[in-house]
């Protein structure tokens, strides 16, 4: 289930294959394990940071989505208190306008 979100989203690598190169590594010798655990860390490390990246922009995005939709709220507020404020003869000249 973790790894159709994460492929489907995008998101990075599948905890699937994470997981079977984390049994490959266990499986190998000791010596083997401890000459090359830097392309691991590496790897790990550029994913971490790619993630916290992505969650950098996702939370701005949130945030501008968020302002976007409360002036739109206030926007809407501020046209049905001025349309309530409306005499007939205006609302009569409004129509008469759009008719026009």
């Known amino acids: 289930d973790a790894e159709a ?3 489907s ?4 690598p599948s905890f699937a294959a994470a997981d079977a190169d984390a049994e490959a590594r266990s499986s190998t010798t000791s010596a083997a394990v401890t000459s090359h655990p830097a392309p691991a860390v590496a790897s790990l490390a550029a994913s971490i940071s790619e993630l916290k990246a992505r969650q950098a922009s996702l939370r701005a995005e949130k945030r501008a989505v968020a ?3 409360k002036n739109e709220q206030r926007r809407q507020k501020r046209l049905k208190s001025q349309a309530k404020a409306l005499s007939d ?3 009569l000249e ?3 306008l759009r008719n026009a």
């Not at 989203?9 to 990075?12: D, K, S």
């Open 9 to 12: 989203t995008g998101a990075g």
């Open 67 to 69: 302002k976007t939709l």
């Open 94 to 96: 409004l129509i008469r």
């Open 5 to 7: 979100r994460s492929s």
């Open 89 to 91: 003869a205006d609302l």
